[in-house]
C-alpha cells in the first residue's frame, strides 16, 4: 500500500476545495489551481482533512492514490505559501534581466536570448546574475526554470552556464600537457 497516499493532506482556514465531478479545484490567497482527477482516485474531505483513496489493492492504482495525495499537497501549498526557484548564471559578461513578461538572457550567444514566462510565472533579477522564478504551481515553474536551464546548460569544464542555485556542478580537469 502507499504511504504516502494514506497520509491525510491538512487544509488551512484560507483554502477552498471544490469537487467538479473529476476535477478539483483549489482556491487559497494566492490564487486557485485545478487538476483533473483518475477515475480510480476518491477523494473526501472532513473537517479540514483531506483523504485520498482507491476502490482495489492494484499496484497501478495505489500509485495513483500517492502521486494524486502529492499533487493535491502541492497544490494546497502553492496557493497558500507559493513556490519559489533560483537560477544563477555563471560565466564572464552573463547577465539576465527582466522586461515584463520575458526575460532577456545574455549568455555568450551573440544575440540575447528572449525568453517569455509562462502565465503566472513571475521573475525577479538580483546582482544581474540571480534570477528568482515565483508561481503557485509547483510543475509550471519546474518546467519553466528547466526551460531557462536548458539555454546554456552549465559545462563541466569551466562551470559556466546558467544553474540552479542548489545544484551542484562535477567538475573535470581539464587537457594536460603531453608527456615526453
Known sequence: MS??????????????????????????PKGSLDRKLHPAVNIEIDNQVLSVSTDTSDKKKV???????????????????????????????YRAEAKGKNLVLSVGYSN?????????????????VEVTLTCIDKELLGQAAANIRAIRPPEPYKGKGIM?????????????????
Open 63 to 93: 500509485a495513483l492514490q500517492g502521486l494524486f495525495r502529492s499533487l493535491i499537497f502541492n497544490m494546497v501549498h502553492g496557493v497558500t505559501q507559493g513556490y519559489e526557484k533560483k537560477l544563477i548564471l555563471s560565466g564572464i559578461g
Open 164 to 180: 540552479y542555485a542548489d545544484e551542484r556542478i562535477i567538475r573535470k580537469a581539464g587537457k594536460t600537457a603531453g608527456k615526453d
Open 3 to 28: 504511504r504516502i497516499g494514506k497520509k491525510p493532506v491538512q487544509l488551512p482556514d484560507k483554502v477552498q476545495i471544490t469537487l467538479d465531478g473529476d476535477t478539483i479545484n483549489v482556491k487559497g
Open 112 to 128: 540575447p536570448v528572449d525568453f517569455a514566462l509562462p502565465d503566472g510565472v513571475t521573475a525577479a533579477v538580483d546582482k544581474n
